[in-house]
C-alpha cells in the first residue's frame, strides 16, 4: 500500500489485508517515530523500517526527495511504501523491489 507521510491511505496493491487503513496509518507512526529516533541519535534520515513480528514482515519504507526529512515541500516527492509479506517471504528480495517501487512512484509524487 502507498500512503501519504501523515498515513493517508493513496493505493492499495495488495489483497487479503483486514484493517488496510489501519495497518497503514500503524505502520507510517513506527516509520515516522524511527526518522525522529535516527535524528535524535545523529544517525542521519531514516528512510525504512522492518518489523519482524509473529506472523509477517512489515516493512515500510520513506522517499522524500526534499531537503527537510520529515516534511514535503513543492515539487519534491515525499510517499511512504508500506509492504507486509508473509513469514517466510524472503526479505532481501522484497525490499529490492520495494525500492523499485517507490523510485517509480516519485513520478506521480511530485507536487
Do not use: W, Y
Not at 515539487?75 to 508473509?86: C, E, I
Not at 522484497?94 to 512512484?105: D, G, R
Request: net charge neutral.
Amino acid at each position: 500500500m502507498s500512503v501519504t507521510p501523515k498515513g493517508e491511505l493513496l493505493a492499495n496493491h495488495g489483497k487479503d489485508l483486514q484493517n488496510l487503513e489501519a495497518i497503514g496509518i500503524l505502520a507510517n507512526n513506527v516509520l515516522l517515530n524511527a526518522q525522529k529516533a535516527a535524528l535524535d541519535m545523529g544517525a542521519g534520515r531514516g528512510q525504512q523500517v522492518h518489523v519482524e513480528a509473529d506472523n509477517a514482515n512489515v516493512l515500510v519504507r520513506c522517499l522524500n526527495e526534499g531537503t527537510d526529512p520529515l516534511n514535503s515541500q513543492p515539487g519534491k516527492a515525499h510517499v511512504h511504501l508500506v509492504v507486509v509479506v508473509n513469514k517466510d517471504a524472503q526479505i532481501g528480495l522484497a525490499k529490492l523491489k520495494m525500492n523499485q517501487a517507490i523510485n517509480k512512484l516519485a513520478d506521480d509524487f511530485r507536487v
